[in-house]
């Protein structure tokens, strides 16, 4: 998915200044920069799946196109016929942790290039494992995240 670079107002406002550009570029302030970034996040802006909640068309035709050209050379790339070609799909975290609502997470650009992922890759005869089944029943069972914490 193209994401195209747009500056964070602390970013902007440190742009003015000489010693805070060097600090949070240099120096490794991580602490500061996610304050910052949380601080001065817009309300409205969220993500599911590492994407933004709300696709546009252009970055779901970028994406789609990205799943076909993947498809397309993963075999010669690979040097291992499709039939031979297993790919593992990740499943959506905030769903299964009932962060959100699964009607909204079924429209996210994550679930849809998941979907067509998995969708091309079978129809070129690959292998798919959902790894959702398995986390929804692992996380039912144990409540255990899957994820590292930062």
């Known amino acids: ?4 670079f747009e500056p964070s107002l602390p970013r902007l406002a440190a742009q003015q200044s000489a010693l805070a550009m060097y600090l ?3 120096v490794g302030l991580n602490g500061v920069q996610r304050l910052w970034q949380t601080w001065c996040k817009p309300a409205a802006e969220t993500s599911i799946g590492n994407t933004a909640a709300t696709a546009t068309s252009e970055s779901l035709e970028d994406s789609r196109r990205a799943v076909t050209a993947f498809l397309s050379m993963l075999p010669e790339e690979s040097v ?19 962060q959100i609502d699964p009607d909204v997470a079924a429209n996210s650009c994550f679930e849809v290039m998941r979907e067509l ?3 091309e890759a079978r129809s070129s005869g690959c292998q798919i494992i959902g790894l959702r089944g398995p986390f929804v029943e692992h ?11 930062d």
Request: no cysteine; charged share 25%; proline share 5%.
């Open 117 to 119: 992922l998995m969708a």
């Open 24 to 26: 949070l570029t240099n």
């Open 1 to 4: 998915m193209r994401r195209d």
């Open 80 to 98: 291992v016929p499709p039939g031979e070609i297993i790919i593992a799909t990740d499943a959506n975290r905030q769903l299964i942790y009932g």
């Open 139 to 149: 996380w039912a069972k144990h409540g255990e995240r899957f994820e590292w914490a």
